[in-house]
């Protein structure tokens, strides 16, 4: 029998286990690392026939933040004796798995601005994370604030990027809002996400605005054609005119596809809430309408159930019919995406949450570098859209009835048409 107290001695928690075996697999990657560096290099030796690179001893132990918390690390050092021609500098071995001045993993230093991002806030960094890193991992405010500071230049760089190579046939836009802690005003945020010729989505554009107005619309637009973005076959937005404005100026080949879930949201609220119901299911007949000649009799059913009483209601929808039917020109596969801006609205959620932690961004140029950040982080896990290889045949302007591609008819051969003619 064992009595308690041998019986903890013996047992080794699993955390302190995966931090033992991280331990002792670097410290054996690293000997390696070493050891294949001197051998690459056994056979250079100075005029005395003494080897320019052997091993000098370990350097002193440090403590490393990794996924599994702290790990303690001895690393092997190198005597490198060689001389570079071109600077007349010693030659130094750098690891390539533990740079000399490494405090934490890279998984550690991109997780930490994400979880910033994602409503933690810098000062609550070391309390909440102190128990999994330790007291000495590095986890001051100044650090993260660090660490977020890079997101501004990313940010700027992403907004000049070549846009030549890269072909959107379907487009959402839309606009976010929210406060600014050390500035005047509000910040605007432009946010345009397209589908490339593959079905895959891509984030195209996040840029400062004003109040979503058509001129703030027109130069973000305007910036993309400079940069060689072709114009897109749809644009999905809500019902803001700067936009629509916008793109008949910039795009005007451009089709317009409305936002049915603004649309709907629209209409209710001009509608009595005794009526919601009824409504709503009116307005849900045209969205799931099977093509668009019974969208076009859904319509005229809802303006003879609530016209008469509700004109301002119905006219919402009445007014923009062609703009809010765009979406069944095209395959039945993408009507699911076209019909709404959901793709841009579920992503920000997240930019929501951080705002509400923070009580808005420090300054513009902080909030467009969260935005990004986050829509970024959220582009991986986009999925492509339902039927990706029909993407392609709407940019070369196949066209398609009731949501199915419509063959082209075959010529008829020269001699059937002589033999007709004769």
């Known amino acids: ?61 440090r403590t490393i933040a990794t996924g599994v918390g702290q790990v303690e690390v001895v690393r092997p050092r190198v005597d490198d004796r060689r001389v570079d021609p071109a600077t007349g500098q010693r030659v130094q071995f750098s690891s390539v798995l533990l740079p000399r001045w490494c405090r934490r993993s890279p998984k550690v230093a991109e997780v930490l601005p994400l979880l910033y991002l994602h409503g933690l806030s810098s000062l609550d960094f070391v309390p909440a994370l102190e128990a ?20 501004q230049a990313e940010r700027e760089a992403f907004a000049q990027r070549d846009l030549s190579e890269r072909d959107y046939v379907y487009c959402w836009a839309d606009g976010i809002h929210f406060n600014l802690r050390l500035e005047e005003g509000r910040l605007c945020c432009l946010v345009i996400v397209g589908v490339r010729a593959d079905g895959t989505k891509e984030l195209v554009a996040v840029a400062d605005g004003q109040r979503e107005s058509g001129d703030a619309w027109a130069e973000l637009l305007r910036d ?40 709907a949201a629209n209409v209710l609220n001009a509608l009595p809430k005794s009526v919601h119901a009824g409504a709503r299911r009116a307005l849900n007949q045209i969205i799931g309408a099977e093509d668009r000649a019974h ?128």
Request: proline share 4%.
């Open 1 to 61: 029998m064992v009595d308690d107290q041998a019986r903890a001695e013996l047992t080794t928690d699993l955390d302190g286990l995966f931090r033992e075996g991280a331990r002792r697999m670097l410290a054996v990657a690293l000997e390696a690392e070493v050891e294949a560096y001197i051998t690459a290099h056994a056979e250079l030796t100075d005029e005395h026939g003494h080897r320019l690179v052997v091993r000098n001893g370990h350097a002193p132990a």
């Open 132 to 151: 999994f890193f330790g007291a000495s991992a590095g986890l001051s405010a100044s650090v993260i604030t660090r660490l977020t500071s890079q997101w």
């Open 224 to 263: 993309l054609r400079r940069r060689g973005m072709r114009a897109p076959v749809v644009m999905v937005g809500d019902g803001a005119l700067g936009l629509w404005r916008a793109l008949g100026e910039v795009f005007p080949e451009t089709r317009e596809q409305r936002c049915w879930v603004h649309k």
């Open 295 to 422: 969208a076009e009799r859904a319509i005229g059913a809802l303006v003879a159930d609530y016209g008469a009483k509700w004109p301002k209601a119905v006219a919402k929808v009445v007014d923009d019919t062609e703009a809010l039917l765009t979406f069944f020109d095209y395959p039945a596969e993408h009507w699911l995406h076209l019909r709404t801006t959901n793709p841009i609205e579920s992503t920000f959620s997240p930019v929501r949450a951080r705002t509400r932690v923070t009580k808005g961004p420090g300054s513009r140029q902080a909030g467009l570098a969260m935005v990004f950040k986050l829509l970024e982080a959220a582009e991986s896990r986009w999925r492509a859209v339902n039927g990706p290889h029909l993407v392609a045949l709407v940019r070369a302007g196949a066209r398609f009835e009731k949501g199915r591609l419509v063959e082209r008819a075959k010529e008829a051969p020269q001699e059937d048409i002589n033999e007709v003619a004769a």
